[in-house]
């Protein structure tokens, strides 16, 4: 999202935003912060300052000081001096603001994207198996992997292994 601004705000907005969402993830190179929709806002001001605001994709995750650090670095190169990274938790990150970009370029990578996010509307049941997907292998596009992990690399990934051909892949987790 960019926020409004006129003039030379604008401008400086719109090269700060561009800035800001060529950053990568940490943990999914492939990805910038934009495709991966963690890049809230972007407002830059006349005189060079400039600010973020980041949305982690869950509370506490670990790749959040990287990002914010990525950020910075990023924005001090375009040119701006002052730049000031906060952390937006409402509303909440879900999977669904990965564009279709970033969809393609996980596929791209051998990494299954997720599907549609859970949708609630009161309370939250608790489950304590893992939550069977429908997935299609992102290397041979042949449906029925079997879950190896729940637990990937990170917390937001989950371990497969293809029925067809054999091969293992992660899949982030619908969020």
Do not use: N, Q
């Amino acid at each position: 999202m960019v926020s409004a601004a006129r003039g030379p705000e604008a401008a400086a907005t719109a090269r700060a935003r561009r800035a800001a969402a060529a950053v990568t993830d940490p943990e999914l190179p492939m990805l910038t912060l934009a495709d991966l929709g963690v890049l809230r806002e972007v407002a830059a001001d006349a005189e060079g300052g400039v600010d973020v605001a980041l949305t982690p994709t869950y509370s506490g995750c670990p790749a959040m000081a990287a990002m914010r650090a990525d950020v910075v670095r990023a924005l001090k190169a375009a040119g701006f001096t002052e730049v000031r990274v906060r952390t937006a938790l409402h509303p909440p990150w879900t999977s669904d603001w990965i564009t279709e970009r970033g969809r393609r370029r996980l596929a791209e990578h051998g990494i299954s994207p997720p599907g549609p996010a859970p949708r609630h509307g009161g309370p939250v049941p608790l489950s304590l198996v893992p939550r069977r997907r429908a997935l299609r292998c992102p290397r041979c596009g042949a449906r029925g992997a079997e879950l190896t992990s729940e637990f990937g690399a990170t917390a937001c990934r989950a371990l497969y292994r293809c029925a067809a051909c054999g091969e293992p892949f992660e899949h982030v987790k619908e969020i």
